[in-house]
């Protein structure tokens, strides 16, 4: 199963956001997309989940190798600060999504047993939505896809709210999750990239670039995706981007072919 992102644009008046982004993602990869502030990520989220419309460009999933438009059906669209209903509980709430999605419903689980799964305070289950904190809400969200297991799961910022033991819970879910799901996690937290990522994608000037596997494995890692980054710049020329890519691939190359030359020695 493949996400495919073709040539999106997208500009508000003389602001040109999205300028021919274009990727390929694949089941089985949790894939970090990263940019600096401003870069597009949550317009481009927007786009995939269906809430803007692309000045050009498609979105389509791709399923043994048949090619169709994506749809809401096939995902779901975690993000950092949700809007729920407030005179519902959270127990209600689940399970009216139950009951509206009922065709869609994957998991066997009684709503108690997923509450206890991630950790849900047993009062709070039966309190109202509008005494949840952030982190507690952004629980109720995991909980939504969680039941419908949708084919892409897009998750923009969302584990910031959340404790460290749940961070940690919905880590081992995604891991769990990722060979029959495309998951899309965009972040400002390296270090979640790095625990959780197999894949990292940056978003700059408009344009999608897939870093190198090994950078997820280098030590320097946060130091290298941050030197890129800057040195592309925010509002950079459109080659920029691709030109730090390939000098830094060029540099790596010659870094293993040394280290080979002197392992021989």
Not at 8 to 28: M, P
Not at 46 to 69: F, N, S, T, W, Y
Not at 248 to 258: A, G, K, L, N
Request: glycine share 6%; net charge negative; hydrophobic share 40%.
């Amino acid at each position: 199963m493949k996400l495919l992102i073709e040539n999106i644009h997208k500009s508000f008046g003389a602001n040109d956001v999205l300028k021919g982004a274009e990727e390929v993602f694949q089941a089985g990869q949790i894939y970090a997309l990263l940019g600096r502030n401003g870069s597009g990520k949550t317009t481009l989220f927007d786009i995939i989940a269906q809430k803007k419309k692309a000045d050009d460009g498609q979105v389509l999933l791709e399923i043994d190798g048949e090619q169709r438009p994506l749809v809401q059906e096939d995902l779901f669209y975690m993000v950092a600060n949700p809007l729920l209903p407030n005179f519902l509980t959270g127990r209600e709430f689940l399970q009216f999504f139950i009951d509206v999605n009922k065709e869609r419903v994957k998991e066997n689980r009684s709503l108690d047993e997923l509450f206890d799964w991630i950790d849900f305070d047993k009062f709070e289950r039966d309190y109202l939505i509008q005494t949840y904190s952030l982190g507690t809400r952004n629980k109720l969200q995991m909980l939504m896809f969680l039941l419908i297991k949708p084919n892409v799961i897009l998750m923009d910022e969302p584990l910031t709210s959340l404790d460290v033991v749940v961070q940690l819970q919905i880590k081992k879910l995604l891991k769990a999750m990722e060979n029959d799901h495309i998951i899309l996690f965009s972040t400002h937290i390296l270090q979640l990239a790095t625990d959780l990522c197999d894949q990292l994608v940056i978003l700059s000037d408009g344009k999608l670039y897939k870093l190198p596997d090994e950078k997820l494995k280098d030590p320097n890692f946060e130091d290298e995706i941050i030197r890129i980054l800057s040195k592309a710049g925010p509002k950079g020329k459109e080659s920029d981007m691709a030109k730090v890519l390939a000098e830094d691939s060029q540099v790596s190359s010659r870094d293993i072919y040394e280290k080979g030359d002197d392992a021989d020695v």
